[in-house]
């Protein structure tokens, strides 16, 4: 974490142009990703979700801030611990606006649930969706393989006129897969609009970030593309703005790919699954100083010091640093609370797919 606020290429302050209103969105979209995540654990340990939950816990402000400058026909190529950006793409178009460029949080709520009114119906849930429409890349297990499907994605568009960019997601640990360096050598040589986003959260699994990335920062493997690579605090959600809107200014001006590393923490297991596992791999104050920067305190205090919160609201919902099982729904604001009982109803009243579906979308049916 040490080299965090390193600029590599000196950023602009997008986040300057950012109204009040703006400002207090973005507050309300961490909570609503800290919120998805802590009631998931909830209703997992509670037994009513099968799979695994890659908990986004501690990197919201890479979520919220990298994607909150897109334009509604931008893409993105989210991962497994990026479960929230499903449905926040293009959330500044209403919550629930149907024609927003993102998916609904019934759909995404149906695929957790693994219900037959998930996009999928049902065939897989958590990660695994995506939505052509909504220009959302479908996740797959294959790390660091959605980047090349990115780079068709936007080359195609700049064919067919457009001026469209896309972000792809990978954790540092899958900067060692081969295909990552294909995909973006390709992009580099014919400048496309690709900006890899890198989740650096200093764990692949149970391997530490130095047994990963022989190099201090993942953002210098773009100087060997010829292309910037960005470093941010993936803890403050205004500093991932200000990289991301950098990178994307430069992507959608025609001058080609980049990578935007965000420094963060993975505050718990690699899944579920593993929380028990973890504990005994990290050492505990490693733990304990990578929760302490939590995105939730530090986009407060940056409201405080802008005067946008009332000396009321300063104090109110105080989510951060509290465990899934630590913090309740009166840690969140209600409008939040709301927005997901919303999702999680539709998905409790979704049937089951009927096992006559099974074979459905396997074979082309015959006319
Ligand atoms: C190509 C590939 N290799 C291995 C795996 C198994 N695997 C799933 S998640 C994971 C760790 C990924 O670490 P990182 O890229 O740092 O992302 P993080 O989980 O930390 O967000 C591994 C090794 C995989 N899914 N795909
Ligand atoms: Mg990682």
Same mark, same amino acid.
């Given at each position: 974490m040490k080299s965090a606020m390193k600029p590599h290429p000196t950023p602009g302050r997008a986040s300057e142009q950012l109204t009040k209103e703006d400002c207090l969105e973005m507050f309300r979209q961490l909570y609503l990703a800290r919120y998805f995540d802590v009631r998931l654990i909830k209703e997992k340990k509670r037994g009513r979700l099968r799979g695994t939950l890659y908990s986004s816990h501690n990197q919201e402000a890479i979520i919220v801030g990298s994607i909150f400058g897109l334009r509604p026909t931008d893409w993105i190529s989210p991962v497994h611990r990026d479960m929230p950006m499903f449905f926040m793409k293009d959330m500044r178009a209403g919550w629930r606006n149907p024609d927003r460029m993102g998916m609904s949080i019934e759909e995404v709520c149906a695929q957790v649930w693994c219900k037959s009114g998930s996009p999928g119906r049902a065939r897989d849930n958590w990660s695994h969706i995506g939505s052509l429409e909504k220009r959302i890349i479908h996740s797959t297990? #294959?790390? =660091? /393989?959605t980047i090349p499907v990115a780079a068709g994605v936007v080359l195609a568009d700049r064919l067919n006129g457009g001026d469209a960019v896309v972000l792809t997601f990978n954790g540092e640990g899958s900067t060692a897969q081969g295909i990552f360096h294909e995909a973006i050598n390709y992009a580099a040589i014919h400048k496309l609009p690709v900006i890899t986003v890198v989740e650096n959260n200093q764990w692949a699994y149970g391997t530490p970030v130095q047994l990963e990335v022989?190099? &201090? @920062?993942? =953002? @210098?493997?773009a100087k060997g593309y010829g292309i910037p690579g960005y470093i941010a605090d993936g803890q403050d959600v205004f500093d991932v703005y200000d990289k991301v809107m950098e990178a994307v200014e430069y992507a959608r001006s025609g001058k080609g790919p980049s990578i935007v590393e965000c420094k963060t923490f993975r505050a718990y297991g690699h899944g579920d699954h593993d929380d028990d596992r973890a504990a005994k791999y990290r050492d505990p104050h490693e733990v304990e100083e990578g929760r302490l920067r939590d995105p939730l305190a530090i986009c407060r205090r940056r409201l405080i010091e802008k005067s946008y919160l009332t000396a009321d609201d300063a104090i109110r919902f105080m989510a951060e640093g509290k465990s899934s099982s630590e913090a309740t729904t009166e840690d969140f604001p209600p409008e939040v609370v709301a927005y997901l009982d919303e999702g999680i109803r539709f998905a409790l009243a979704s049937p089951e797919p009927? =096992? &006559? &579906? /099974? /074979? #459905?979308?396997v074979f082309k049916e015959s006319e």
């Open positions: 297990s #294959m790390l =660091a /393989g022989p190099t &201090e @920062d993942v =953002a @210098d493997r009927p =096992a &006559e &579906e /099974g /074979g #459905m979308w």
